[in-house]
């Protein structure tokens, strides 16, 4: 979870890249339509869920909001940030301490059977089998618990489990793929396709929590992400999510 400072500049820098669309044409800090605001904007507005999810009606000090369903939807997105920002330039490094820590199990298992094969005492080659067997179990679950420990689930959203996307991560741009996927879930179930929200606005409101919580930034009038220095763009995002199966997935969720 991240800090309670950055959880008001998270909302307030939200809050402030819908405001700039309400009020003037004027750019705000906080985007430079990298996200698309406008068009954003045009389609909750037409869904009537623009001054909700833009926080309209919290005033001018933004602040977690009270009614449970507005608020448990800030609260997973703000939990996924704080995961990325853990994570963030981590990946291939824990991959490879997991990587070593398999190997070094690895090879005291065999130095140790090598010993057991000209020891002659019973007892001790007992006491020696015993240690074998240990590192052996010990190896056996370095994966799992690998893959525990990138494994984050949406454990509130009907059938999360089904999404497409790599669990396990390997590079650092899986670590954005899943943000992105995650984040994109969390979005579906408030603002769901029934209600007139298109795909490709969830998708621009998943590049404004990138822009909101610091995670990529303006440069040259591209959104780069901070982490790894690639450009996010809306439609690659779309493309993410829609071969994720989000839509497929939320067809059948009942508000």
């Excluded at 869920?49 to 609260?75: N, V, Y």
């Excluded at 790599?166 to 899943?178: I, K, S, T």
Aim: overall charge positive; charged content about 35%.
């Amino acid at each position: 979870m991240i800090s309670v400072r950055s959880t008001r500049t998270f909302l307030e820098r939200w809050g402030s890249a819908f405001q700039v669309h309400k009020t003037t044409r004027k750019r705000a800090a906080v985007e430079l339509d990298l996200w698309e605001g406008a068009k954003a904007c045009a389609c909750l507005r037409r869904a009537d869920l623009l001054e909700s999810i833009a926080l309209g009606d919290m005033g001018k000090e933004k602040s977690m909001p009270h009614d449970w369903k507005r608020r448990q939807i800030f609260e997973q997105i703000i939990r996924e940030v704080g995961t990325y920002t853990r994570l963030a330039g981590q990946v291939v490094k824990l991959n490879q301490e997991y990587e070593h820590l398999r190997e070094f199990l690895s090879k005291m298992e065999e130095k140790f059977s090598k010993e057991l094969k000209i020891l002659c005492s019973e007892k001790a080659r007992a006491l020696l089998a015993e240690h074998i067997t240990r590192f052996r179990i010990q190896k056996q679950s370095v994966s799992p618990k690998k893959a525990e420990l990138w494994r984050a689930h949406i454990n509130w959203a009907p059938g999360a489990f089904d999404l497409r996307y790599r669990a396990v991560l390997e590079r650092e741009r899986d670590l954005d793929a899943a943000f992105q996927v995650r984040v994109a879930a969390i979005l579906r179930v408030y603002l769901s396709k029934e209600s007139g929200i298109s795909l490709r606005t969830i998708s621009r409101l998943v590049v404004l929590v990138y822009l909101s919580a610091g995670l990529a930034g303006d440069r040259h009038d591209e959104a780069i992400i901070c982490n790894g220095g690639r450009r996010l763009e809306i439609r690659n995002v779309e493309q993410r999510l829609r071969r994720a199966g989000l839509d497929r997935l939320f067809d059948y969720y009942e508000e």
